[in-house]
């Protein structure tokens, strides 16, 4: 009997131990998973005087256990809800700026008719402030709410 029960312990102890040494800690499943890049859509004016569209991705320095981007400067923030139906003709950016939707959706039309949709998370550069421009309008049945970040020149 003694020798069972030092057999089993033993055991226990064994198999304790490989459970540990493979098991992993939060962090350390964080640090393995690739992190899905931040995209931002950048709208600009080409050469040509229209206004184009690039999805850049945001780049971030790690600090500690997270990362971080550069600090960008504002001049204040905004907010807006605009009406499921909204439209604005062809116009350029006002300014340069950040644009962030929080709720509902939103689509800018740009020359030869390409177009891109934002919804909730989407993050814009706007930085088309001369030439043709673009078209925004309202997409779905619900409001949108987006954020502006007026940019420092």
């Known amino acids: 009997m003694k020798s069972m029960t030092k057999q089993l312990a033993f055991v226990a102890l064994v198999g304790g131990t490989l459970v540990g040494w493979g098991a992993r800690t939060d962090r350390d499943i964080v640090v393995a998973q690739r992190r899905t890049p931040i995209m931002v859509t950048r709208m600009f004016t080409g050469p040509d005087g229209q206004t184009h569209a690039e999805d850049v991705e945001l780049k971030l320095n790690a600090r500690g256990d997270s990362e971080l981007s550069e600090i960008a400067k504002v001049t204040g923030l905004q907010f807006r809800r605009q009406a ?59 409001d949108r709410v987006s954020l502006f970040l007026p940019l420092a020149e």
Do not use: C
Request: hydrophobic share 30%; glycine share 16%; charged share 20%.
């Open 84 to 142: 499921p139906n909204y439209f604005q003709d062809w116009h350029p950016a006002p300014r340069r700026q950040y644009v962030i939707t929080l709720s509902g959706q939103g689509e800018v039309e740009f020359t030869g008719g390409k177009k891109v949709r934002f919804g909730p998370g989407h993050i814009m550069l706007a930085e088309d402030l001369t030439g043709k421009g673009h078209i925004s309008r309202g997409v779905g049945t619900e």
